[in-house]
């Protein structure tokens, strides 16, 4: 049956309370014991040992007090900042689309993975062997953190290359934490190498002079705060590193160098199909090429349309459909963007995902935004669409514009009378003069300062994706598991798809490290899910129901008492959000 928006409007705010309340519980609750650590110097490294996690769901954490870190201040980017941030990101770009670490040459044909398992009692010597399917931050993440633990592992990635392009992401603190605990040193470069958010105000902006129902209220202008967020003080209550942005392919080229040994991602090795061979007796992996390979484990890391997903939990044949040429799922080009536009429909089907009733516009433009020096990260509210934009470091924004409308559609192509075609569409959906947008609404300025930066070449469009927990369903069978996007596919409001993906990798390599014999690793794979089920069932709920709620904040507004009542409850209830993400 069909609900009617008014019975959408109650689902959403009753889901709303539910979540509310089970982040409050969690982040009052979620630890059973607590103990503080200090040190005789102002600023600490936060050792694996000292945040270690016993191994009961209900675990005690050292957490390191808040003097034992230095709370960041703002200081503007020098010159030389500004050069270095941009030229790392130029060079993993090229070394992107290098394939550097990759294996791009011939086989040896004496690859571990190519000699079959047996069950047996696992030592230094003759370690678990792991295959993880897909080189995307959440493949290589897992594959570091069973280097790390002295497996033997393998990455096979299907595209040809890792895409060249991918503006900042936020690695924020619960993410660093698990990267500090897989290897230090990848921790330490991904924050040399990225910019502090949380030094600075983040919130939400009424994107256009708002009134309400008969004037019962207050009058909102363009560009007014309606709620600001600190990350900083949950962060460091916590005993974590403040939030950083990174741009991806930097994030890749760190992870290649620090977190697996040269040769070990091998491009254009898209999984067909697999067979479990026994208990203890690992799993036979078939490329589309023909290749055969075999591992004590198989994990599928390899993004929303996973292949290791379709065939775990028998989905259609067009569940996984046509993939992009350019790793974690990146088309390389305007052309086959557009393709997979129209193909996404058809794998969402096939693989029960959820179109969110966003299409999504990106850039990274190289402009230093006019209110830099005080606002890290905004959102602008509109009518049935929203503006994010977040500082990207060396002097660079990026933004993205999500706009509600049917899935599959692409804009015109470029002509010579057309040059622009997406940016003239942005330049009128946040349209910051007289007659407005088709709404009527006149925008805030700051959306069309970053979209007049941004060359039409540099903004890429996507309809976005998301799905149901997969609670029943479960993420593992016998020897495979899936993790990251292919286990829980989350919107983008809470800056957590990566972050929960990094969780994954570390929480897999730390139930495998547990296995002594090969026969016990399905139970070792069950523990990971039963970890991880409910922190991001809940994460997702959030995700979710924040990106639905974010475009009826102006209908919710309009409504003497109610508008200023949500209002309060989202801003009481973001310490709580936060807590909940950082521990």
């Known amino acids: 049956m069909t609900m009617t928006l008014q019975q959408q409007q109650r689902q959403k705010l009753c889901v709303g309370l539910v979540v509310f309340l089970m982040t409050a519980a969690t982040g009052c ?56 941030v941009r030229e790392r990101f130029a060079s993993a770009r090229r070394d992107a689309e290098a394939a550097v ?50 497996f033997k592992v393998a990455i096979f990635e299907q595209a040809s290359q890792y895409a060249p392009y991918g503006g900042p992401i936020q690695i924020q603190s619960n993410a660093l934490r698990a990267l500090e605990r897989i290897n230090p040193e990848i921790c330490e470069e991904i924050r040399k190498a990225g910019t502090i958010t949380a030094d600075r105000v983040s919130g939400l902006k009424i994107g256009y002079r708002k009134g309400v129902f008969l004037g019962l209220g207050q009058q909102y202008e363009k560009g007014d705060w309606l709620v600001r967020f600190d990350t900083l003080q949950p962060a460091l209550q916590a005993g974590l590193y403040p939030t950083v942005v990174v741009d991806r392919p930097v994030i890749q080229q760190i992870l290649l160098k620090y977190g697996v040994p040269p040769g070990t991602v091998r491009i254009k090795s898209r999984i067909q199909s697999y067979e479990e061979l026994g208990q203890g007796k690992g799993v036979k992996i078939t490329l589309e090429d023909g290749t055969e390979a075999y591992a004590d484990v198989l994990v599928g890391a390899d993004g929303i349309w996973s292949s290791v997903r379709r065939i775990m939990q028998s989905l259609g044949k067009d569940a996984d459909g046509f993939a992009a040429s350019g790793a974690a799922g990146g088309a390389l080009n305007e052309a086959e963007a557009r393709r997979m536009a129209k193909e996404s429909v058809l794998m969402a089907e096939g693989a029960s995902r959820r179109y969110s009733g966003f299409t999504c516009y990106a850039a990274l433009t190289e402009h230093k935004a006019s209110n830099i020096e005080e606002v890290s990260y905004q959102i602008l509210l509109g009518k049935d669409k929203y503006f994010v934009s977040t500082d990207g470091g060396g002097e660079r924004q990026q933004w993205f514009a999500l706009i509600r409308e049917d899935a599959g559609g692409v804009d015109p192509e470029e002509t010579e009378s057309n040059p622009s075609p997406k940016l003239d569409r942005l330049l009128y959906e946040f349209n910051n003069q007289e007659p407005g947008d088709a709404n009527g609404d006149v925008w805030d300025d700051f959306a069309h300062e970053l979209l007049r930066s941004t060359p039409e070449k540099d903004i890429k469009r996507r309809d976005l994706y998301d799905g149901s927990p997969l609670v029943t369903q479960g993420w593992t069978k016998g020897p495979v598991a899936i993790c990251g996007d292919a286990a829980h596919p989350m919107m983008p409001n809470l800056g957590q798809g990566g972050c929960q993906a990094t969780e994954d990798g570390y929480r897999l390599a730390e139930e495998l490290a547990s296995v002594t014999d090969t026969k016990d690793i399905e139970a070792s794979l069950k523990t990971y899910f039963a970890k991880r089920i409910l922190r991001t069932t809940t994460i997702q709920i959030m995700a979710q129901l924040g990106s639905d709620l974010l475009v009826d904040f102006d209908k919710m507004m309009t409504i003497p008492l109610v508008g200023p009542f949500f209002l309060f409850m989202t801003q009481v209830s973001m310490p709580f959000i936060l807590r909940f993400l950082y521990t």
């Not at 069950?119 to 959440?138: N, S």
Request: one cysteine or more; a neutral charge.
């Open 29 to 84: 609750h979620g630890f059973t014991a607590t103990t503080t650590t200090t040190t005789t110097s102002s600023r600490t490294s936060l050792s694996s040992s000292s945040l270690s996690r016993s191994s009961s769901p209900s675990f005690s954490r050292t957490r390191l007090s808040m003097a034992t870190l230095e709370a960041p201040v703002r200081t503007p980017e020098t010159e030389e900042r500004v050069k270095e």
């Open 101 to 150: 670490g990759c294996d791009v040459g011939a086989d040896a044909g004496n690859e571990w993975w190519r000699q079959p398992v047996q069950e047996r009692t696992t030592t230094k010597d003759d370690p678990l062997r792991v295959v993880v399917a897909g080189g995307g931050v959440a493949g290589l993440v897992t594959a570091a953190a069973c280097h790390a633990k002295g």
